[in-house]
Each structure stands twice: as C-alpha cells, then as structure tokens.
C-alpha cells in the first residue's frame, strides 16, 4: 500500500457514478462506506455490493457523486466535516463548483475536482458496474492551492478504477467538454426537435444518418440541463461561434435559394462549412486514443430469420479473425439485413473465402 | 411479364446507384445497356457485370444516375433522343430539375422523378452491389402529366430492386429530405467544423456522443454543396427554424453565463430543447419502419486480443437467441472493451446463462 492509496473511502451519491466507484474500489479491498439523501438509493447500492451504509463514517477519501447543481455545497460540507480527508467530486461541469467554494470562503487545497466521462444512457445504480471506468478518460482539475498528495490520492483512485487520467485546469476543462459534448448534444436536440412537426411520410425517410446524428437527443433534460447551465460561458462561447457559421450557410442558401444558377460565391460557402466538417472529424481519435486505423468493411447479407444472425457471428468466430468492429444495418420492411464487419487488411480475405465457403452472400 | 415491366433499360452514369441499378437488373434477366462520359467508368460497370455498353440503345427505360446539377439536361436529352421510353432519375432533390424541364418546356409524361435512399459512406462503381436498394425507401415524384404506364413502369423497377417504393409530390419530397437528412448534414457539418479549432486535449475526451452526431460529418463536399444548393429553399426553411429554436437556447445560455443562480425562465428554455429533441428522436421508426421494439442490451467484457471478440461471437451463436444488434464499445487505452448484444426480453436470460457457463463477465 503506498502512500497515496486511502485506506477508507466515503462515496456520497450513489447513483450510476457513486455505485461505480463503490463496486469497483470494493473489488480493489478497499474499505468503502456509502451514503445517499435517499434511503432506499443507499440500500440498492449496497445491495449491489459497493459497500457498506455508513451515514457518518470517517475517510481518507471522499467521492461526492451528487448532481451538478448541488456538487459545491456537498463538497464543501465533507470537507468541513472530515478536516483530514481529500475530497473530489465527479461532476461534468468543473468552474462553477470551484467558484462557488471559492464564494464560500471554502480552502481548497484538500479538493480535487474531478470527471469520469462514462456516462451510459441508462442511470441510476442499477446500471453501475465495476468497470464503468475502464479505458474512458477521467480529467482531474486541481488548483494551484491543491496540495500534492491529494492530488496523488485522487489520481490513484481514477487509475486503479481503470480510467486514463488526465490533468487540466478547471477552465480549460469546460471549454473542452462544450466542444466535445455539450455542443454536440445542443445539435442532436436542434435536428430532432425538427422531427417532431416533420408529416409522417417524411420520419419514414429515416436512415443511418439522422439516426446517428439523433442518437444523444434522447437524453434526459433535467441532468442536460443543469449541465448547460453549469456550463453555461463555455457553452454560449461554442454556440456563438456554431451560429456564426450557421449564419453564413443560412445566407449562402438563402441566396442559392433566390437564384439557384446564379451565387457561386454560396456554393463556395457551403462547400466550405462541409470541407471544415471533413477536417473536424478527422481529427477524432480512433480505437485507443490514436489515430484512425483504415479497417476494411466486408459487408454481409443476412436473411432477417431467427438465428441467422447467430450463424453469421458463430461462422466469423470459426474463421478465426480478429474483429475490429461489426454495424448492422437493418433494412426496412425487406427480409434481409446487411452485417459490416471491420477487419484490418490483411484479415479480409481469410475472412471473405471462410464465410462464401459457409454459404454466405459477402459483397468483397 | 406484364405489361409495366420494360425488355431493355438504359443506364446514364454509372457510379454507385446506376451501377447497382444496372448489377441488380441484370440479375432479373433485363437487358441492361450502359452509357457513362467516363470511358473507364463505364468499362468498370460493364466489368463488375452491371450491363452491356452501348452509347445510343434504344431502351422502354432511361435510368438517368447523374450528378444533381447535370440531371434534368440529361433527363431532356433522354426524353428527345428516345420518343418512345419512359425515364427517371435518381437524385435526391426532385423540384429542382422539374422546374428546369418546364422551363425548357419539356413534355414530361414520360418523366417519373425518383429518389433512392441508399447512399453509402464509398462512392463509385466499385461500392456497387445488386441490393443496395434492398428494403430502402425509393420515393417516386410524378406529376400530374406523367402517364400511369410511366408511373407503373418505373415502380416496377424499384420494387424489382427490393426497395419500398413511396409517391409523394416533388415539394413534398424536398420539404421532407431537407429535415430528415440535409439538416443533420449540415449540423454534423456545424459540429464537427467546432473541432478544428480545439485543443489536443479536448478532442482526446471525444466520447460515442460526438462520434455518432459527427460521422456524416466526414462526406464529400462536393455532392453535398450541390444537394444543399438544389434544394436550398427547403433546407433554407428548415435551417431558420432551427435557427430560431438554436437563438432561444443561445439566449437562455447567456443568461445563465451572466446570471447563472438566476434566470429560472432559461432554465425551462434549455429544458424545453432537450425535451423537444425526446419527442423529435422518438418519432424515428425502429427496424422495419415499426414503432421502436425495447431490447434488453447485455453488456459483455471482451478482452482485447485477438480473436477474443470472434470467441465471444461464436459462444453467442452457439446460445441460439435470436440478436437483435450489436454494439461494440472501443475502451481508449486500456485491454478491453465491452459488446452490448440486444435482444428480446425473453431471451436475456438465456444468452446471460450461456455465456457465464462459458466464463465470459456479463453484466446483466
């Protein structure tokens, strides 16, 4: 045990993120005691076994796990509460809390504020799992007050929980994560709000793309809500700059619009917002955080009957490639599907000659 | 044969959709002519078997798989050079090129409007394949000259190719495509155009979220400058709406920014978005055009060597459930990931037990 691993550690919350953490220091031997406003939150919790329930217990390190809006005011009563113990929350959003503890006179130097970003669609405790964590990034956003063990413990805790960890300011944090995930929600609830008044024969147009694009917009709006609000300088500065783009595709269509063979100024416009697009998306990390792997897609035609699917997957695991990714695409209203199945180069062919010898209708 | 079936079809550009119109043809027995600028191009279609190449066939049936700029010139060329045949097009703006016919005072008749909506990510005779069309929606615009042996005709090649054909006029199938997949382009376009400018850092923490909202971000801009251009009167009234739902937002956002333990109305701003953004996705049809089915996704660890992933495929095949879908969730630095494997209810229970038995951690 070094110095930097707590002994005990206090887990206030416990709902997706906060029952986590417990599930998964309890398998580490970790002495975890849970707490949550709500009783039978608390015994779920435990249930599941990440700890135990111990309203008041002492601890090394405690994990506040509350909601956003009230991540401030949590933190700064455990730190008033255990005078010896680090503290770190793990909320989304990381100036605002900082600036209200600061308001409150709070010393921060015991405090670590913290984000896991391992979010699911599903929450609550009954979704945790012990590795929540693994492989996803947890920023870590200390103060120049921070003192440097707690610092040590907190990154010990991301680690052992299987997160790759990184350290920024609190600023630089939340105008990252407006970026990354704040604006991109904004967008998805923009474009499906659109559907709502979209005639019926036009939502049966649907394909992969606006669902993909979507996807997110089934988010809950009470959480996304404090979270825009908590972020909200970051945010606006994001939007902002999305509108002033969307502004000068707005007028280059419009134009387009009013003369439809005239304009080439407005085609330059809008090939130019897709050209930054192309450029933007490049520069998301593949696989492992490097950069993107060119796979090979061998696409597959499955007859959409019970088990055939089954037989697709237990004939590719017989040909004994390494798969590096596998969409399926369901086909509307027709009695077949289409299996892409992402490969490195030199794999497709072993894979394409065992699945044709197996019957199977492989476009390659 | 029926009457509506043609004996010869003529294809005019052979990129993906011609040529997969003409592979599919050819399959049925129809005599598939083949006509691109591109000498190599059309040698290409001709060699992947998608028809013969004949510059000035006779044909019942002119496809006309040009680009959207080019295609009511080509269509007006089609509909003089052969007094007899029947022709449609497959782009996907349809007023567009029917305002330019009249305008040339074409007689379209013999004009039947379509859309195929089978794009691909790979563009080309070489993405190609006979059932592209395969359970995809195929939206026929006649107008109110065109003749109903046309109309017949032409629907009876699109249901030959498996696609779900639909009739809607040309306005409607403009106003439709512009909100169910021109404006996600452009938001993606928007989102990820944010990207360039963030730092390493920020783009390291790019989560599923961004990746899905941003993919179609990565298409070419060249045909997308002239489908949003083609259709920039409907993408134009789509984008302002949603321009005016982005400006409240905004507004609420910098509300928050300055007043952030204020501006209760911003609040219920932002929360309205989220939860028009539910409403909007939640119209989206599921597999086969049906109401969305709830699946249960049973989350599996999968180390990260080879073949472990092919193992977890075969134990699922040999558990016999029927798979609804499936997703893999790349871990970012560390030995695992985790599959998520849909399927009904019913049958969790058994897929959970076959494949603890097997020793695979499935958190369920």
């Not at 996803?136 to 680690?159: D, F, I, K, N, Y």
């Not at 809950?220 to 994001?238: F, K, M, S, Y």
């Not at 134009?255 to 809008?270: C, I, K, M």
Request: proline share 6%.
């Amino acid at each position: 045990m070094t110095a930097r691993q707590p002994r005990s550690v206090r887990v206030v919350g416990t709902g997706l993120v906060g029952t986590s953490v417990g599930l998964a220091l309890c398998s580490q031997g970790v002495d975890v005691t849970l707490f949550d406003p709500s009783p039978s939150a608390v015994a779920l919790a435990r249930d599941l076994g990440a700890g135990r329930i111990e309203p008041n217990a002492a601890a090394d390190l405690v994990v506040v796990a509350a909601p956003p809006d009230v991540v401030a005011d949590v933190v700064a009563a455990e730190l008033a509460a255990r005078p010896d113990a680090v503290v770190t929350d793990v909320a989304s959003v990381k100036s605002l809390p900082l600036k209200r503890l600061r308001a409150m006179g709070v010393d921060v130097s015991r405090y670590v504020g913290g984000h896991p970003l391992a979010g699911r669609e599903r929450s609550g405790a009954v979704a945790a799992r012990a590795d929540l964590f693994a492989g996803r990034p947890w920023v870590l956003t200390p103060t120049e007050e921070t003192s440097e063990p707690a610092l040590q413990m907190v990154r010990w805790m991301a680690g052992t929980l299987g997160a790759t960890v990184s350290v920024m300011d609190a600023v630089e944090h939340d105008e990252a994560v407006a970026v990354i995930s704040h604006v991109p929600q904004v967008a998805a609830s923009l474009v499906a709000a659109r559907l709502r008044s979209a005639p019926e024969s036009a939502v049966a147009l649907a394909g992969q793309g606006v669902r993909d694009v979507t996807r997110i917009a089934a988010s809950d709006p009470h959480l996304w809500t404090q979270i825009l609000a908590g972020n909200a300088g970051a945010v606006a500065r994001a939007l902002h700059a999305l509108r002033d783009d969307l502004d000068s595709v707005l007028a280059a269509v419009d134009a387009l619009g009013a003369q439809p063979d005239d304009a080439l100024g407005a085609r330059a416009t809008v090939a130019g917002l897709v050209a930054a697009g192309n450029e933007g998306h490049a520069r998301i990390p593949g696989k492992h955080g490097s950069a993107p792997t060119v796979y090979v897609a061998v696409p597959v035609i499955v007859p959409d009957r019970p088990g055939e699917l089954a037989r697709l997957l237990r004939d590719v695991g017989d040909a004994g490639v390494n798969l590096e990714d596998l969409r399926i695409e369901h086909s509307e209203g027709r009695p077949m599907g289409l299996a892409e199945i992402d490969v490195l180069p030199a794999a497709a062919q072993t894979l394409v000659g065992a699945l044709r010898e197996r019957g199977w209708t492989v476009h390659a």
